[in-house]
């Protein structure tokens, strides 16, 4: 390239705030407006030097242009998981295969970004020796937590503790039901005797919310 045969060469395109932004009609900056300016500092730290100013609106302007970025390719992964609410199928375009692409892809941004930005707040993830690689009995798990919780039942004592919703625990329980029969053959002996342990015990204590619910408190 030009550029790199001749390094006194100015590049073609240079990133800087104080030049005609692309989508800019005129090379004047904009006024601070009372919501585009930076928060006052403390009188213990004293006022904003103008470099510290103008670094402070770029920082805003780079993590909104961050989240944008992180919320499309977010928007990618879902559309590719996408299943419709009202028929509980899946929409034409779910591919778990593609949205994991696009995970990969947020997971490659962030380890660019080196934790830095809006990446920077997010609690530390386990490194990749840590985490447990996904198995089918993490299914009737989650569904048997779901399920738990939908009932309004303490799963350290087996007690009711919260508002049961009732149709959120059956639907729970069916889907255990459905993947008791469906895909139990293929999951280790450990993890088939546990979905059903959780079915049974889901089954109970819906039977028991549903019992407490009706006039009495008691099963006729």
Do not use: C, W
């Not at 009737?140 to 039942?153: D, K, N």
């Amino acid at each position: 390239m030009s550029d790199q045969q001749n390094p006194e060469s100015e590049p073609s395109i240079i990133i800087n705030d104080r030049r005609m932004r692309f989508d800019e009609e005129t090379g004047r900056e904009e006024p601070l407006t009372e919501s585009r300016r930076p928060e006052a500092a403390s009188p213990e730290e004293g006022p904003l030097t103008e470099n510290e100013s103008e670094k402070s609106l770029r920082q805003r302007a780079e993590e909104a242009r961050e989240g944008r970025l992180l919320a499309l390719l977010s928007g990618m992964v879902a559309s590719h998981l996408f299943v419709d609410p009202a028929t509980g199928l899946p929409d034409e375009r779910f591919s778990p295969a593609e949205a994991r692409f696009y995970l990969d892809l947020i997971d490659l941004y962030a380890a660019a970004r080196a934790k830095t930005g809006l990446l920077a707040d997010l609690p530390p993830e386990p490194g990749a020796g840590e985490k447990e690689p996904p198995r089918l009995g993490h299914i009737p798990a989650i569904l048997g937590a779901m399920a738990v919780h939908a009932l309004g039942v303490d799963p350290a004592t087996g007690r009711p503790g919260g508002t049961a919703n009732m149709e959120a625990a059956r639907l729970y329980i069916d889907l255990l039901d459905f993947v008791s029969t469906s895909v139990a053959e293929t999951m280790t002996a450990e993890d088939r005797d546990y979905m059903n342990d959780i079915l049974y015990q889901t089954k109970m204590f819906f039977v028991r919310q549903r019992d407490l619910a009706r006039p009495g408190g008691a099963a006729p």
